[in-house]
């Protein structure tokens, strides 16, 4: 079965440092999506940044970069130069399947980052 | 704001009323999600439409949920006799599939109360 885990309940990190946020994840196919969300204390889920299961290389969006190991099923999220706004939750989700499946997404259950100033 | 909007934001009802929920998706976007999200765990996937077809159902989904999408716009998401075990956040995601990957953009949810 399909599944993501994210074993950091809680992570704090001063501000303007670099934070990893670690996902790993479990699957049985060869195609899949790895996506990280964000949720402040409103709610709305933020997308952040996304990896293929076939990229070679690892996605990169502004502060976010995610760093991608096939083999050990890991896509831990890197946050480099923390902002106070930064403070939320953060999801780690997958979604398997070709372009005829449902595309629903299997979520973590959170690590909530709090950025110190 | 051309984002997913939910109303309402916040609903406080007694147990064994219905409540109906209400998700406008990006104008130009074929699919929409919705999802449950309980206190403290990530969301959890409940139904999705491919325009106005509702193609899959989660298990938890009982006979008390229903879902709508007539003319493949906005959708609704029912529930009948609710329960003190529905208050949770109620999320809808929509998404553009044009092959290869999408992805999907959250609303701000409805949070629901059931006293």
């Known amino acids: 079965a399909q599944k993501i885990t994210q074993t950091q309940p809680g992570m704090f990190v001063q501000e303007k440092e670099a934070v990893t946020l670690d996902c790993t994840y479990d699957t049985s196919d060869q195609s899949y999506g790895l996506f990280w969300y964000k949720q402040p204390s409103s709610g709305e889920m933020i997308f952040l940044i996304y990896?293929?299961?076939?990229?070679?290389q690892n996605a990169t969006e502004g502060r976010y970069s995610l760093n991608f190991q096939k083999a050990r099923k890991s896509a831990n999220l890197v946050i480099s130069a923390s902002q106070l706004g930064d403070s939320a939750m953060y999801f780690c989700?997958?979604?398997?399947?070709?372009?005829?499946?449902?595309?629903?997404?299997?979520f973590g259950s959170g690590t909530r980052l709090l950025v110190r100033p | 704001d051309t984002g997913v909007s939910q109303n309402p934001r916040h609903k406080i009802t007694k147990r064994g009323q219905n409540v109906t929920f209400r998700c406008d998706p990006i104008s130009e976007h074929n699919r929409l999600y919705w999802y449950r999200q309980t206190l403290g765990q990530g969301p959890e996937f409940l139904t999705y439409?491919?325009?106005?077809?509702?193609?899959?159902k989660s298990r938890l989904l009982s006979d008390r949920f229903s879902a709508e999408r007539p003319k493949g716009s906005f959708s609704t998401l029912e529930i009948q006799r609710t329960e003190q075990g529905d208050s949770a956040m109620y999320l809808c995601?929509?998404?553009?599939?044009?092959?290869?990957?999408?992805?999907?953009?959250f609303g701000p949810g409805t949070r629901l109360l059931v006293l």
């Open positions: 995601a929509s998404s553009l599939v044009s092959g290869g990957w999408e992805t999907q953009y």
């Open positions: 990896q293929g299961s076939y990229d070679e």
């Open positions: 989700a997958m979604r398997e399947g070709l372009e005829d499946s449902s595309y629903k997404l299997i």
């Open positions: 439409f491919q325009n106005e077809a509702q193609l899959e």
